[in-house]
Every structure is written in C-alpha cells, then in structure tokens.
C-alpha cells in the first residue's frame, strides 16, 4: 500500500497482522479522494477516521492537505501500526485505541475510560491512556470529513448507530463516506445527513452523505 496523492504520494505504508483489518486498495482510494477533491471536501479539513487500521484514510487525507485528522480503532495492532505510519510520513494523525462507539459516546460529553491513545512522533500515538491532544483524543470539531471503513463482520445495526454519533459532530456542510462490501445493504442515515450518489469499485461499495 502507498500513499496516492499529494505531499507523502508513493511513501509506503505498512498494514497491520492477522485479519481484523481489510486495508482499502490504492485504486478504490485514489477513486474515493478524486471524487472527494472534486468536492472540496479534503483541503483544510478536519478529518475523523473511524475504524482507522492502518491509518490510510486519514493519511491520504492529510497528504492532501486536510489540517487534521484523528483515527479510532479498537485493535491494538491496527492502532500501532497506524502510529507507525504516521510517524514515518511526519503526518499529523491522532490515533486512539479505542471502541468506535464508545469514542463516540465519550466526545459527546459522558466521559470515558479510556484506552485511549499515549503521545508519539508528530502528536500521534497509541496505547494506553490519552494522547494530549484535543479533549483526550477527541481531535477538532465539528469534523469536515469523516471516514468510516469497518469490518465487513461489522453488523448493519451497530453502524447505523455509529452514524448517528457522527451526526452529532460533522460540520454544516461535512461529508461523511462509508466503504463496505458490495454485498452489504446501504446505510440507514440518521437525521442530518442526506446520501449522495454512491461508487461500486470491484467488490466495494462505498456511499457517500452530506450534511443536510
């Protein structure tokens, strides 16, 4: 896996062990980020990357010129490799060990426990406790952008309550993009987001949303 585009285009990115992570292919990223360009929803964003792995999304957005990102993940290999990453490309990507609904709860004011995220390299780490950055890992809001790539064993339920958190914290005019199986059905959006067009690459189905 490289980097497509913009400032760390063609740098390596290392992917994380076993099979919990289903990395995003360079040609399914440089079709989503083109259309994402074209909108001009990644220059200067904030951006929050939820089921992160390895860091890809966030990192090609802020190759591109986002100003920020944060990436939450619950696995422990897929959080450090993704610290990894960003640390290698001196990208500015905030990572947090951490239940992507239960990040989600935590930001929105009940506060949590956490396995958050330590400090590393270039204001990024992963581990426990927080990453001092934010509100523990919180990141900028309300996000411009938010990624979400989850496991394709991820239940249609659990992610459509996950998107009813990213609701709360997008921005007026954020677009929110979600990657699953081509197999999977479309995401029920919570109110506040009106679906876009959505893309088929091969055997993904990415769909996209705009705040309403």
């Known amino acids: ?19 919990t992570t289903r990395p995003t292919s360079d040609r399914t990223r440089e079709a989503v980020f083109g259309r994402l360009d074209a909108w001009g929803a990644v220059q200067g964003a904030h951006v929050l990357d939820l089921y992160c792995g390895s860091g890809a999304l966030a990192l090609e957005a802020l190759s591109r010129g986002a100003d920020s990102a944060v990436g939450v993940d619950a696995d ?9 990453n960003a640390a290698t490309l001196d990208l500015p990507l905030t990572v947090v060990h951490e239940k992507v609904q239960r990040w989600l709860d935590g930001r929105s004011g ?3 426990s956490a396995t958050g995220a330590a400090d590393g390299p270039g204001g990024t780490g992963a581990g426990d406790g927080h990453d001092g950055t934010g509100a523990g890992g919180y990141g900028v809001e309300p996000f411009d952008l938010v990624l979400l790539d989850p496991p394709y064993d991820v239940p249609a339920g659990t992610l459509d309550a ?11 005019d954020a677009v ?3 990657e699953r199986s081509a197999r999977s059905p479309a995401p029920t ?24």
């Open 1 to 19: 896996m490289r980097i497509v585009a913009g400032s760390a285009r063609g740098r390596r990115l290392a992917v994380p062990r076993g099979t």
């Open 76 to 84: 422990r290999s897929a959080a450090r490799t993704a610290v990894d």
């Open 110 to 112: 009940r506060r949590r």
């Open 162 to 172: 996950v998107l009813t958190g990213v609701a709360a914290c997008c921005a007026d």
């Open 176 to 178: 929110v993009v979600v």
């Open 189 to 212: 959006w919570p109110a506040g987001l009106s679906p876009l067009e959505p893309r088929t690459y091969g055997e993904t189905r990415v769909w996209f949303a705009e705040r309403a």
